[in-house]
Antibody, heavy 124, light 108 residues
Framework: EVQLLESGGGVVQPGGSLRLSCAASGFTFRNYALTWVRQAPGKGLEWVSAISDTGVNTYYADSVKGRFTISRDNSKNTLYLLIDSLTAEDSAVFYC?????????????????WGRGTRVTVSS | STELTQPPSVSVSPGQTARIICSGEALSKQYTYWYQQKAGQAPVLVIYKDTERPSGIPDRFSGSSSGTTVTLLITGVQAEDEADYYCQSADSRGTYRGVFGGGTRLTV
């Protein structure tokens, strides 16, 4: 079964940092671009960041550029998102999602598998 | 994001047809994808590349595209279709980033 499982969320103080992880199984991880999408409480989906299949190319939303860093370890079938300088506006459920098309170099291709999400709460 | 615009809500009775529109400049050049999100759950892809339906998605879900507008059509709506629906495409600035519409709450 194709699965994505996020972890690493929690409660963090403003200005703090977290590293989110997304463990993949059931597909050839190294062949697919991956994306992080977040959803603030009661709000819609927001595209956050994506990484190409090889990890060479990364993309960020303007709202997170310079504070978030996406990476992947194809030997561990794991995607990461390092989030720094957190503010209350970053409180959200963070989902990782798999691109539906293999061997893509970009981050907008449509996502056919999603994890259940990990919640980040920024509060003092 | 204001790049893809959706109506906040659509309401239909069971058995009727629901039309959810998404508009944006990028849609004339890029494919659109549609996701269904039920309360407390992760999104699910229901339409890809404007008109294609993933395996396992009921055939009452369909998509169409015309210029800068795409439409998700749900014919014979069932109570289980009540959910939020999001369109998604590429950033219109050609930056290889994704963008979501604001979402439409479908009430059955």
């Amino acid at each position: 079964e194709v699965q994505l499982l996020e972890s690493g969320g929690g409660v963090v103080q403003p200005g703090g940092s977290l590293r989110l992880s997304c463990a993949a199984s059931g597909f050839t991880f190294r062949n697919y671009a991956l994306t992080w999408v977040r959803q603030a409480p009661g709000k819609g989906l927001e595209w956050v960041s994506a990484i190409s299949d090889t990890g060479v190319n990364t993309y960020y939303a303007d709202s997170v550029k310079g504070r978030f860093t996406i990476s992947r370890d194809n030997s561990k079938n794991t995607l990461y998102l390092l989030i720094d300088s957190l503010t209350a506006e970053d409180s959200a459920v963070f989902y990782c999602a798999k691109d539906m098309t293999p061997y893509t170099n970009y981050g907008y291709g449509g996502y056919d598998v999603w994890g259940r999400g990990t919640r980040v709460t920024v509060s003092s | 994001s204001t790049e893809l615009t959706q109506p906040p809500s659509v309401s239909v009775s069971p058995g009727q047809t629901a039309r959810i529109i998404c508009s944006g400049e990028a849609l004339s050049k890029q494919y659109t994808y549609w996701y269904q999100q039920k309360a407390g759950q992760a999104p699910v892809l229901v339409i890809y590349k404007d008109t294609e339906r993933p395996s396992g998605i009921p055939d009452r879900f369909s998509g169409s595209s015309s210029g800068t507008t795409v439409t998700l059509l749900i014919t014979g709506v069932q109570a289980e279709d009540e959910a939020d629906y999001y369109c998604q495409s590429a950033d219109s600035r050609g930056t290889y980033r994704g963008v979501f519409g604001g979402g439409t709450r479908l009430t059955v």
